[in-house]
């Protein structure tokens, strides 16, 4: 089963995750607009861990689902910089547990918090001294705003935010061509030769 709606939100939110050039991305889902969301992750988790792709639910309040969509590899050697490391331990994560784990602790995090975990920019794969910076100033006094708060290098940021631009351009392009979500992730080697470096 194919959902095209599903297909057309992921593609556009989460295509550099698609395209292998970050570790995740954040979407939300409305639960009234899609109430069928775990079946359809159902649906197409056999397809997109074939392409080293997952999704969860890591959080489902009153009106929308929260789904991380990532890459395991990707996202473990993200977390295993000490840098990142040393943010987890303050919050209160197993930093010598499997990443499973430590996403099981940021369900749990949602659930009990009443404000958005800020480690959560670690679990996307943002630069770590613009996740510190986001932290200190508690989003406050960035130097630049596009797919993450910048506080520290604009210029790299900048350069990124394109890249993710064109990367999201060719994704959304080759759905209203009429492939499916999974052709595009197959075509990645197209988006990155030729678009998004």
Known sequence: ??????????????????????????????KEKMPELPEIISDYKEGFGQEGIHM???CG???????????????QEYLEQDEARKL??????????????MIAH????FFHKTEFPHEIGLFLG?????????????GSDCKLCGYWKVYDNVEQARMVFASYD?????????????????QVIGMKHLCTSQMCV
Do not use: W
């Open 1 to 30: 089963m194919t959902c095209a709606k599903f297909e057309a939100v992921i593609g556009y939110h989460c295509s550099p995750v698609l395209m292998g050039m970050k570790p995740a991305n954040l979407v939300s889902f409305s």
């Open 106 to 109: 940021l369900k749990e995090r």
């Open 126 to 138: 943002y630069p770590i001294e613009d996740v510190k910076g986001f932290r200190k100033f508690g």
């Open 61 to 75: 309040c009153r009106k929308h689902y929260l789904l991380l969509v990532y890459r395991p590899d990707m996202l």
């Open 56 to 58: 969860e639910i890591i």
């Open 166 to 182: 064109r990367c999201r351009e060719f994704t959304a392009a080759q759905i209203r061509q009429g492939y499916s979500i999974l």
């Open 88 to 101: 987890l331990l303050q919050d209160g994560y197993d930093i010598n547990g499997t990443l499973d784990e």
